[in-house]
């Protein structure tokens, strides 16, 4: 049986998710047997590569390049699954829109900016979305694992129920806001 070729982003997250997916410990080096990660902030990888298998993304959408980056691997892979609260619901990273974009960044480079204050860097970073949104708003997406953080018990039942082809009920392992 060939491996299934595997990328993992964080896009809007605090990265906690992929911190989970580390937390599987030596299942890792069992689930290594099955998969292989080709792109992620695992491993040293440029360009989100072609026909992969199975997309995982940690995180919400808040800016232009996030909406291009996730349209590029919708594109590239046969499945996404999207890993934790953030990438299904927005949770933590959509409080932005609360208070809106412009009164963001007004607070972040004018009340608190302790440089440049009253610049924003428009140039050298993306753009802001006028709402951060889950990633099931821009593309399709296969497989919801919920969670903040997701448990790695959780991942690692669903990683190996794709690996068997079996369907895993992922409520016995996670629960949005875990
Ligand atoms: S779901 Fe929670 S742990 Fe995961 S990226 Fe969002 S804030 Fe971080």
Same mark, same amino acid.
């Given at each position: 049986?060939?491996?299934?070729?595997?990328?993992?982003?964080?896009?809007?997250?605090?990265?906690?998710?992929?911190?989970?997916?580390?937390?599987?410990?030596?299942?890792?080096?069992?689930?290594?047997?099955?998969?292989?990660?080709?792109?992620?902030?695992?491993?040293?990888?440029?360009?989100?590569?072609?026909?992969?298998?199975?997309?995982?993304?940690?995180?919400?959408?808040?800016?232009?390049? %996030? +909406?291009?980056?996730?349209?590029?691997?919708?594109?590239?892979? !046969?499945? #996404?699954?999207? =890993?934790? *609260?953030?990438? @299904?619901?927005?949770?933590?990273?959509?409080?932005?829109?609360?208070?809106?974009?412009?009164?963001?960044?007004?607070?972040?480079?004018? %009340? +608190?900016?302790?440089?440049?204050?009253?610049?924003?860097?428009? !140039?050298? #970073?993306?753009? =802001?979305? *006028?709402?951060? @949104?889950?990633?099931?708003?821009?593309?399709?997406?296969?497989y919801f694992v919920p969670?903040?953080?997701?448990?790695?018990d959780a991942?690692?039942a669903v990683?190996k129920g794709?690996?068997?082809?079996v369907e895993v009920d992922v409520s016995k392992y996670t629960r949005?806001?875990?």
């Amino acid at each position: 049986m060939s491996k299934l070729r595997v990328g993992t982003i964080w896009l809007d997250g605090c990265s906690g998710c992929h911190m989970s997916f580390l937390d599987m410990d030596e299942r890792i080096v069992e689930l290594s047997q099955y998969m292989d990660v080709v792109y992620s902030p695992y491993v040293d990888a440029k360009e989100i590569p072609e026909d992969l298998d199975l997309f995982i993304v940690e995180g919400a959408l808040s800016t232009d390049h %996030d +909406l291009e980056i996730i349209k590029d691997i919708r594109k590239n892979s !046969k499945k #996404i699954l999207a =890993l934790g *609260d953030c990438a @299904i619901t927005g949770n933590v990273s959509a409080m932005k829109n609360l208070a809106g974009t412009d009164a963001v960044l007004e607070k972040g480079y004018f %009340d +608190l900016a302790d440089f440049n204050k009253g610049k924003y860097p428009d !140039k050298i #970073i993306p753009k =802001l979305l *006028d709402k951060v @949104i889950p990633l099931n708003e821009a593309i399709d997406v296969d497989y919801f694992v919920p969670g903040c953080p997701t448990p790695a018990d959780a991942i690692y039942a669903v990683l190996k129920g794709l690996v068997d082809g079996v369907e895993v009920d992922v409520s016995k392992y996670t629960r949005f806001g875990l």
